[in-house]
């Protein structure tokens, strides 16, 4: 071969070289997630896998981060704890991913820290407010909402402002809802409320009739439920067959979907629920983020878990952003530094990954609109005080 020739061969094998190392980076990142796309939790699920949608389309509209794209590699996990686990084990061993964003719920959270804790690769974890979740000595978890124990909070200091006295609480009988009892119960004698009956139901119960019966004999002024979506539209249509009424009666999740009051109409009016997020609230970006999605899923439910799994997504991003690598321990160390404002509001963490900065609010049903009613220094409009009959809503 002459000199000539060789000199070619090597110009070519150079351009090869470099051409794949091109190729490999520009290859998008790879985001894994599992999320409740059916099950018990679909409802919510959906809504947080369309905030993930949003902000890669996003994200990559604006030349995504290190210079790449980002991808979502993501399972349904049919609202089962034990299926999660089994897909974050195959999407960080089988698929590769290069991150992980957490699943919907604290229940299938709780269940799949181990599984990325175990392999160091951090996690934000938008849609898990149990806060035991983020005092087990986990290093890799991130919180992004307030806490399950505070989500009853406005129901119970409006009731106390309102002079009211006794409280009965309801709640499936799962990490979340549970988390939540305790924390209201705390709440509620710190008010001076006298918590009179409580009382756990089985997740994916449908008939809360002899429950609500025995609560109705307690006679309490306020009613708190800590539901998901589907239970909270049973119990308040099963209220209203057993004509159980109580003064106040506000749910944790499920209340705010707007096909909560699509399919319970005037029924709907005068209940309370909690919100992690509104659109209408002073976050940077939240306003557009609600227009895009409307425009990106026309017709589809918008509501705080759209907006989480949104705002998740950005911290991720900028925790890689600021780490300016892939690296596992510097995406850690730049998400624990992070005092961040995102569309769901702020985003803080102590060294537990445990959430610092975010707030929740209460709002209530009128006319078919969700109003905020507390805290008062976001509140929209006035509580409609006291709840009438059914037959007057």
């Known amino acids: 071969m002459t000199t000539l020739l060789w000199r070619l061969v090597g110009a070519l094998a150079v351009v090869a070289l470099f051409g794949a190392a091109e190729a490999q980076a520009q290859a998008p990142i790879k985001i894994g997630a599992s999320l409740s796309l059916t099950g018990t939790y679909a409802a919510l699920g959906q809504n947080q896998h369309r905030g993930y949608q949003l902000c890669a389309k996003d994200v990559n509209e604006k030349g995504g981060v290190l210079g790449r794209k980002i991808e979502f590699v993501l399972y349904d996990d049919q609202s089962l704890p034990a299926t999660g686990v089994r897909l974050y084990e195959k999407l960080i061993t089988q698929d590769k991913v290069d991150a992980i964003m957490g699943p919907y719920s604290s229940a299938i959270t709780e269940a799949v820290a181990n599984v990325n804790d175990r392999y160091k690769m951090p996690m934000v974890a938008p849609m898990a407010s149990t806060t035991s979740i983020f005092r087990k000595g986990r290093k890799y978890i991130f919180m992004v909402q307030s806490p399950a124990e505070v989500y009853l909070e406005g129901l119970i200091e409006v009731a106390a402002k309102r002079g009211l006295k006794t409280v009965a609480i309801i ?105 992690q997020w509104e659109p209408e609230l002073p976050y940077p970006g939240s306003q557009q983020f609600a227009e895009a999605y409307k425009k990106e899923f026309p017709g589809s439910d918008l509501s705080y878990h759209s907006a989480g799994g949104y705002a998740g997504c950005q911290i991720l991003v900028e925790g890689i952003r600021r780490a300016g690598s892939l690296d596992s321990e510097k995406i850690r160390e730049a998400i624990l530094k992070m005092d961040f404002n995102t569309v769901y509001g702020g985003f803080k963490v102590d060294q537990d990954g445990f959430q610092v900065s975010h707030k929740m609010v209460m709002f209530q049903w009128h006319d078919g609109k969700k109003v905020i009613v507390w805290p008062d220094e976001l509140a929209g409009g006035k509580i409609r005080f006291p709840t009438p009959p059914w037959n007057q809503r």
Do not use: C, H, W
Not at 240 to 262: I, S
């Open 171 to 275: 709640n499936e009988d799962t990490l979340f809802p549970k988390a939540t009892v305790q924390g209201t119960i705390e709440l509620a004698k710190k008010k001076g409320l006298q918590v009179v009956f409580v009382e756990a139901y089985p997740k994916g119960n449908t008939d809360f009739s002899a429950l609500l019966t025995k609560m109705k004999a307690a006679n309490p002024d306020v009613l708190g439920a800590a539901t998901y979506f589907d239970d909270a539209l049973a119990i308040t249509r099963q209220m209203k067959e057993l004509n159980v009424n109580p003064k106040m009666y506000g749910v944790t999740v499920g209340g705010d979907l707007p096909k909560f009051y699509e399919q319970l109409g005037r029924n709907a009016e005068y209940v309370y629920g909690a919100s």
